[in-house]
C-alpha cells in the first residue's frame, strides 16, 4: 500500500535562501510523484510531477525535485526562496498498476506550511 | 479557461438541513473525486467517479453521497449534515488513469455545520 510522510509540518526560511520540503515515500509498485502548492483561500495547483522519465524534475517558478529510489524519496528544492513562495506544499504517491487499471488510488501527504520572512 | 467549478464558496448551516455542494469541469475528464481538508491530515478522499454512473468510496464515505449523470457534474450530498463535516471541500478532476494525470482543482468549499 501507498503512503506518504512529509517530515516537517512546518519550515520557516527567509527570502533569497535555499528551500528545502522534504518527502519520503512507500509503494509496492511503480510510483507516480507529485508535488502541489495551495496558496491561501486558493484551490490546489500542480507544481511538478514524476513519472519515471528523468529522475530530476523541474517544475514551475523555479522549484525542482528529485527521485530517489534507494532513499524512497521525492524531495522538494527552490535555490531562492520568494515572498510569493510562502503557502502549502503537498507532496502525492500513486501507483501504477499496470495495464487493466484505469484508476489508481492518489494519496496525499499531510502538507508542510512554507513561511517566507524579509 | 479550462477548470472546476464548485459552488457554493462559502456554506453555513445547521445539523441535519440536506445540502448539496456542486461541482462542474469543462476539459471532458472521466475522472471526478471529492476531497475534505482538514488541518493537519492533508486531503482526503471522500468519492471519486471514473466515469458516468460509475463511482466509490473513498477513505472518509460516511455521511456523504455523490452521484454522476453527467460527465461534467458531480455532485456531493450531505444529507444530514453533523458538526464534524465542517471542513474545506475541494472537487477535482483528471483524465485517467488518475494517478498519471494532473488533477486539476476546483477552488474550494468551506462548509461549517453549527
Known amino acids: 500500500a501507498q503512503s506518504v510522510t512529509q517530515l516537517d509540518s512546518h519550515v520557516s526560511v527567509s527570502e533569497g535562501t535555499p528551500v528545502l520540503l522534504r518527502c519520503n515515500y512507500s509503494s509496492s509498485y511503480s510510483p507516480s510523484l507529485f508535488w502541489y502548492v495551495q496558496h491561501p483561500n486558493k484551490g490546489l495547483q500542480l507544481l511538478l510531477k514524476?513519472?519515471?522519465?528523468?529522475?530530476l524534475v523541474k517544475g514551475i517558478n523555479g522549484f525542482e525535485a528529485e527521485f530517489k529510489k534507494s532513499e524512497t524519496s521525492f524531495h522538494l528544492t527552490k535555490p531562492s526562496a520568494h515572498m510569493s513562495d510562502a503557502a502549502e506544499y503537498f507532496c502525492?504517491?500513486?501507483?501504477?498498476?499496470?495495464?487493466?487499471?484505469?484508476?489508481?488510488?492518489?494519496?496525499f501527504g499531510p502538507g508542510t506550511s512554507l513561511s517566507v520572512i524579509p | 479557461e479550462a477548470q472546476v467549478t464548485q459552488n457554493p464558496r462559502y456554506l453555513i448551516t445547521v445539523t441535519g438541513k440536506k445540502l448539496t455542494v456542486t461541482c462542474s469541469q469543462n476539459?471532458?475528464?472521466?475522472?471526478m473525486s471529492w476531497y475534505r481538508q482538514d488541518p493537519g491530515l492533508g486531503l482526503r478522499q471522500i468519492y471519486y467517479?471514473?466515469?458516468?454512473?460509475?463511482?466509490d468510496k473513498g477513505d472518509v464515505p460516511e455521511g456523504y453521497k455523490v452521484s454522476r449523470k453527467e460527465k461534467r457534474n458531480f455532485p456531493l450530498i450531505l444529507e444530514s449534515p453533523s458538526p464534524n463535516q465542517t471542513s474545506l471541500y475541494f472537487c477535482?478532476?483528471?483524465?485517467?488513469?488518475?494517478?498519471?494525470?494532473?488533477?486539476?482543482f476546483g477552488a474550494g468549499s468551506r462548509l461549517t455545520v453549527l
Open positions: 467517479s471514473m466515469n458516468v454512473e460509475v463511482t
Open positions: 476539459m471532458n475528464h472521466e475522472y
Open positions: 502525492v504517491v500513486s501507483d501504477l498498476k499496470g495495464e487493466g487499471t484505469s484508476y489508481d488510488k492518489v494519496i
Open positions: 477535482a478532476s483528471s483524465f485517467l488513469p488518475a494517478g498519471a494525470n494532473v488533477l486539476t
Open positions: 514524476y513519472t519515471s522519465a528523468a529522475t
